[in-house]
């Protein structure tokens, strides 16, 4: 409705390889915008934002006299690759298009003044490539912006990459405002993220700041929308609906003649509550059943459930319409349903098969042997007999009843003892009383060996309050998630997080706070692959804030590494990949240098050799783990890297003859200072990489020569760290 002023199509993804070439057409209700030849690196196109890398941008269509208002307009685009004459391709072409969005400024003198700033490109965020440094984090302008002027100010971000819970973050003027900006809310890797800010703009010099946190996006428009609250809803269903079995079994298939509850999720996009409605299930266009969806307050989801009992196999088209009479007044009418396509089987025979996985026992040191079987076929099972062998010998039975197409599981407990071994069989059926579509897959074994793990939680960096220290034996290859189940309570603050919440310890986004794993001194992110752990390794969860500095105006975030966990990470490293260690000293510390190395070598780590400062190579400092002692002005690679103390994670740093601790701003004449950090040296000039887990470094230094032996000597000293929790330590600090 109303006199379209501004109106562009956005797309973007992986367009094309670095190097090669691909095609674009996009049509808008069917007319073609014009057919692009993405380049690459080497694209000129003036509607094209490549980013650095090369194969990642975005592109916009200006359709401000194209797009039709008052009626659904239509977006396609197709695309390939070039070939050449023999028909290869030249390139991969377009690999990805994560979505494509309409942007659309109108006048109507019905709706409320609003004022509107609309900043495009493609700002890729994402950890170092061999061809590409690292981008942490954006900052974009609003310049005019002010919050005088307004009653409301609206911050809509299109973005791509994005998956859930990598703690990505928004900040407004240096402010947090959101978390999880891009965790594929609007389809796989595609974000259409909308965030509330009024509170935190001001009445000039107006900036965002996207951060990647552990993950990585591409922002292709941000638009800051100021102006009055126009209450009203807008109800959509979510993509995705949930079919499962009535009896609440994990399901992996529909088969006739079975109950099944079909779940919606029910989104009010909009800005007023919608008040109470209706839902209604179809199947093949036929109204199965409906139900009443309550009021949903905006940006709020609720779920109603539908049963549904199909009695014939075959393809079925399900759809799920939100306020099917149009009783709510909506400000977007015609995106009220969701079809889906579902293949139905029809019943036959049971198929059941196996397998095994080997977990840690909740507050235990024995190994629960975990079995989950799966019903692939379309028959039911009774009373189905599953029997643990152990070492050649059946030593448990337990039972089992499987619908069609489901899955269960069970369990065994095991005591077995530090470094042993053990092979576990599973039988299911053993005695052949199931009628089966396939006899020959019920049977699997596997081998397991006993290993000692530690495992720490506390709350903050510094003055730890302790909530738990264990060590406790474990299945070899259990992750740190696993044995975490298995000492505490977990909770997660959103379904699908990866981050946990502890014991009652909860995340707060507000105060930017939650829980950060370290194993071995290095940081790993919840969100990365589990990591399958050995013999000795130490795993930390610390509850505390992102540390940062604003610097020029913009916002630099990291944390610091725990520097109690010693002799981590010089003896387990990351995934078994140690560096050599070197340690570098200053004149007069030779002595504490070969006490720290006798330290390490009778704790079993390898290759530690130590040198004078001055003497170090740059092999050296490139690629070994680095351990600093003796005073700054004697050892000046602590100077060198406390230059980049944000970068590497340094909350405290060493500059002039003095010691400053960014974290409360004081600063320190005299004392010493044991802090881990991330090796530098590896990485480009000014790249963040404060969360490598390649070359670290430990600096034990002072300011004077009597602090810094003293400093020196807590890496040296059997039992100096023993009951400390902090992530850095001062010794005798004198403080300004």
Not at 41 to 50: K, L
Not at 700 to 727: I, K, Q, V
Request: hydrophobic content about 35%; glycine content about 8%; overall charge negative.
């Amino acid at each position: 409705p109303g006199d379209v002023k501004f109106a562009r199509l956005y797309t973007g993804g992986m367009l094309c390889s670095k190097d090669g070439a691909t095609w674009l057409n996009m049509t808008l209700n069917g007319e073609s915008l014009g057919n692009l030849t993405i380049l690459g690196i080497n694209d000129v196109n003036p509607n094209v934002y490549m980013s650095e890398v090369g194969f990642a941008g975005w592109i916009y269509y200006n359709i401000t006299d194209k797009v039709v208002a008052g009626a659904i307009n239509n977006a396609t685009l197709y695309g390939d690759t070039f070939y050449d004459e023999d028909g290869k391709k030249l390139g991969y072409g377009t690999k990805y298009i994560y979505g494509i969005v309409m942007v659309v400024v109108y006048e109507d003198p019905e709706k409320p003044e609003t004022q509107y700033w609309i900043r495009e490109g493609c700002d890729y965020l994402h950890k170092e490539f061999p061809y590409a440094a690292e981008r942490k984090n954006i900052t974009i302008t609003f310049p005019g912006a002010d919050n005088r002027t307004c009653e409301n100010a609206t911050l809509r971000t299109l973005s791509c990459f994005g998956k859930e819970e990598f703690n990505e973050t928004l900040w407004v003027n240096g402010r947090l405002a959101a978390t999880d900006i891009a965790d594929a809310r609007n389809g796989y890797s595609f974000d259409l993220n909308r965030t509330e800010i009024t509170e935190y703009l001001r009445s000039s010099d107006n900036y965002v700041t996207y951060d990647r946190g552990d993950g990585i996006m591409m922002i292709g428009c941000s638009a800051l929308i100021l102006g009055k609250i126009e209450i009203i809803p807008d109800l959509v269903v979510q993509e995705g609906l949930d079919v499962n079995l009535k009896t609440g079994e994990p399901t992996i298939g529909v088969v006739a003649n079975h109950d099944y509850v079909v779940e919606a999720e029910i989104k009010n996009k909009g800005t007023g509550a919608s008040g109470e409605t209706t839902a209604t299930l179809y199947v093949d266009s036929a109204p199965v059943e409906s139900g009443i969806v309550p009021s949903i307050d905006p940006t709020d989801k609720k779920t109603i459930a539908f049963n549904w009992t199909p009695i014939s196999a075959g393809m079925h088209t399900l759809n799920v319409t939100i306020d099917p009479d149009d009783t709510v007044n909506e400000s977007i009418e015609f995106n009220n349903l969701l079809s889906q396509d579902l293949y139905v089987h029809s019943e036959g025979e049971a198929d059941v098969l196996p397998e095994i996985a080997f977990l840690p026992t909740r507050f235990s040191n024995e190994t629960t042997i975990e079995v989950t079987v799966t019903n692939d076929g379309t028959g039911d099972v009774s009373d189905l007999r599953v029997s643990l062998v152990m070492d050649g010998v059946i030593a448990a039975n337990n039972t089992l009843s499987l619908s069609a197409k489901s899955v269960s599981t069970t369990g065994f407990v095991y005591s077995a003892e530090h470094l042993s071994t053990h092979t576990a069989g599973i039988m299911l059926d053993p005695d052949d009383v199931i009628s089966e579509s396939d006899e020959t897959n019920n049977n699997v074994s596997a081998t397991f060996k006993i290993v000692e793990v530690r495992k720490i939680a506390g709350i903050s960096w510094v003055d730890t309050d302790l909530i738990f220290d264990i060590t406790k034996l474990v299945p070899e290859g259990a992750t740190a998630i696993d044995v975490l189940k298995s000492v505490a309570n977990l909770t997660y603050s959103t379904p699908g997080s990866p981050t946990p919440e502890i014991n009652g310890v909860n995340k707060s986004s507000e105060e930017s706070k939650w829980f950060w794993l370290f194993i071995n001194g290095l940081p790993y992110p919840y969100s990365a692959p589990p990591y399958p752990l050995h013999d000795g390794e130490v795993m930390v969860h610390t509850h505390d804030r992102t540390l940062g500095v604003v610097i020029d105006g913009i916002g630099h975030y990291f944390q610091p590494r725990p520097a109690f966990m010693y002799p981590e990470p010089f003896l387990h490293g990351h995934k078994g990949m140690v560096p050599n260690t070197t340690i570098v000293y200053s004149h007069g510390f030779e002595s504490d240098a070969t006490a720290i190395q006798n330290r390490l070598l009778d704790s079993g780590v390898v290759n530690v050799t130590t040198t004078l400062a001055g003497n170090v190579t740059g092999n050296q400092t490139e690629n070994d783990n680095l351990i600093l002692i003796g005073t700054p002005d004697a050892n000046d690679i602590i100077y060198e890297i406390s230059n980049s103390y944000y970068l590497v994670g340094m909350p405290v740093y060493f500059k002039g003859g003095l010691m400053y601790d960014s974290t409360t701003g004081d600063v320190y004449s005299a004392g010493g200072l044991l802090i881990a950090c991330d090796n530098p040296f590896d990485n480009s000039p000014g790249e963040m990489s404060y969360d490598d887990t390649g070359p670290s470094i430990f600096i034990a230094a002072g300011l004077d020569n009597e602090s810094a032996h003293a400093t020196s000597a807590l890496l040296s000293t059997p039992g100096s760290l023993d009951g400390c929790y902090e992530f850095w330590k001062f010794v005798s600090p004198v403080r300004i």
